[in-house]
């Protein structure tokens, strides 16, 4: 299993980026039955969940972005999207990937964002 993270950058606040996770190393059934989420990890803080979504399609967000961010699936492609707008600066941080299946969870490497004031 592989998760291939994109679409980090430098913007300043109140601009948008979008950020695509793309999985491979899996047949379809098994991305489209799993929880996917997005998580971040700003210098000296934990890693916290951003957004997730699961299987069904339902989504969850941290409050700090709800409103703002919008995770989204497309199990043909298997890959899930990030959609970041009103961006803040203090949204600037590294941003992983996870899968969860089976009770194993899976991370891609991060991407950055930076969001300048």
């Known amino acids: 299993v592989q998760l291939q993270a994109s679409g980090g950058g430098s913007v300043q606040a109140g601009g948008s980026l979008r950020l695509s996770c793309a999985a491979s190393?899996?047949?379809?059934?098994?991305?489209?039955?799993?929880?996917m989420g997005w998580f971040r990890q700003a210098p000296g803080q934990e890693r916290e969940l951003v957004a997730g979504?699961?299987?069904?399609?339902?989504?969850n967000y941290v409050d700090s972005v709800r409103g703002r961010f919008t995770i989204s699936r497309d199990n043909h492609k298997k890959a899930v999207i990030l959609q970041m707008n009103s961006l803040k600066p203090e949204d600037t941080a590294v941003y992983y990937c996870?899968?969860?299946?089976?009770?194993?969870?899976?991370w891609g490497k991060g991407t950055q964002v930076t969001v300048s004031s």
């Open positions: 996870r899968m969860s299946k089976y009770g194993r969870e899976y």
């Open positions: 190393g899996m047949i379809l059934s098994t991305f489209s039955s799993s929880e």
């Open positions: 979504v699961r299987s069904g399609g339902g989504a």
